[in-house]
T-cell receptor, first 117, second 116 residues
Framework: DSGVTQTPKHLITATGQRVTLRCSPRSGDLSVYWYQQSLDQGLQFLIHYYNGEERAKGNILERFSAQQFPDLHSELNLSSLELGDSALYFC????????????????FGPGTRLTVL | AQKVTQAQTEISVVEKEDVTLDCVYETRDTTYYLFWYKQPPSGELVFLIRRNSFDEQNEISGRYSWNFQKSTSSFNFTITASQVVDSAVYFCALSEARQAGTALIFGKGTTLSVSS
């Protein structure tokens, strides 16, 4: 058990709908990352939040957005869903030390499997 | 740009065989981190190891060992005396070294099947 929790575990929805995926990082971790794993694209970085602020964006579609709340949990919102959005969405957290360089060891949650019908 | 290549898509071995998973990376950074993750059939991603670019010492953990060679930009992973439980997809990943952390760049993964 990595200590990172994600809900729900599975989500089945229809095209055009909107869903919210939730992630709680390990206790003490300030960084949350979202990744998408699909058969054709592999594991791709979507977005990174650090202590409530957006740090970096990867291949995240405009239909997708995320935020990190004061209690450090994060939500990934996916809207106007398309068939191609079906994938496994992972959240990862890591401890970024104050001062100095982070070792960037990211611990992954169990993932949310999204199926768009 | 950063890139990770895992040329072996699938490997099949019989229990107790040794197997090496290859990973080649590209980066312009002088300081970076390399990782291996395991994804068993259950789907979760399990952290195995992190290696700093300035530390080329090989590492051994039980049946697992890692060979980092900066000269060839490779970070290979060897499983000795493989077991059925080692069957999984293994990902090699690369990241920059930054204060607040950065995204992992993953290879496509190598699917290892170990039969009894």
């Amino acid at each position: 058990d990595s200590g990172v929790t994600q809900t729900p575990k599975h989500l089945i929805t229809a095209t055009g709908q909107r869903v919210t995926l939730r992630c709680s990082p390990r206790s003490g971790d300030l960084s949350v990352y979202w990744y998408q794993q699909s058969l054709d694209q592999g594991l791709q970085f979507l977005i990174h939040y650090y202590n409530g602020e957006e740090r970096a964006k990867g291949n995240i579609l405009e239909r997708f957005s995320a935020q990190q709340f004061p209690d450090l949990h994060s939500e990934l919102n996916l809207s106007s869903l398309e068939l191609g959005d079906s994938a496994l969405y992972f959240c990862a957290s890591s401890l970024e030390g104050s001062g100095g360089i982070s070792y960037n060891e990211q611990f992954f949650g169990p993932g949310t499997r999204l199926t768009v019908l | 740009a950063q890139k990770v290549t895992q040329a072996q898509t699938e490997i099949s071995v019989v229990e107790k065989e040794d197997v090496t998973l290859d990973c080649v990376y590209e980066t312009r950074d002088t300081t970076y981190y390399l990782f291996w993750y395991k994804q068993p059939p259950s789907g979760e991603l399990v952290f195995l190891i992190r290696r700093n670019s300035f530390d080329e010492q090989n590492e051994i953990s039980g049946r697992y060992s890692w060979n980092f060679q900066k000269s060839t930009s490779s970070f290979n992973f060897t499983i000795t005396a493989s077991q059925v439980v080692d069957s999984a997809v293994y990902f090699c990943a690369l990241s920059e070294a930054r204060q607040a952390g950065t995204a992992l760049i993953f290879g496509k993964g190598t699917t290892l099947s170990v039969s009894s």
